[in-house]
């Protein structure tokens, strides 16, 4: 199993979080609620949890092949956040 370290993100306001949301699940990760475990391409597992009260954002990489670096996986994400106008801090 191929993990990553854990991304802590604040500042996720619901827009965003639904906008994201919308687009990763157009990607391949159904992300269906605030928190779950999803299966995505590339053999990317991931589990997350989003808080509404505190905008708090976690997500977990717990499995991916071997093509896809981390730091891809990072870039990803911070880069859909950017597009919906938030730059979130992030606390890892």
Known sequence: M?????IHFTG???A????VR????????DLSGPS???????GIVLRYNWDEG??????????KNFFVTCGQIRAQ?????????STP???A
């Open 2 to 6: 191929a993990s990553c370290d854990p």
């Open 77 to 85: 994400l911070d880069k859909a956040f950017s597009r919906f106008g």
């Open 89 to 91: 801090q992030n606390l």
């Open 12 to 14: 996720i306001s619901a």
């Open 36 to 42: 779950g475990v999803v299966h995505g391409p590339y």
């Open 22 to 29: 919308a687009e990763l699940t157009g990607n391949g990760f």
């Open 16 to 19: 965003v979080f639904n906008n």
């Open 54 to 63: 505190t905008e708090r954002l976690d997500i977990e990489i717990l499995d």
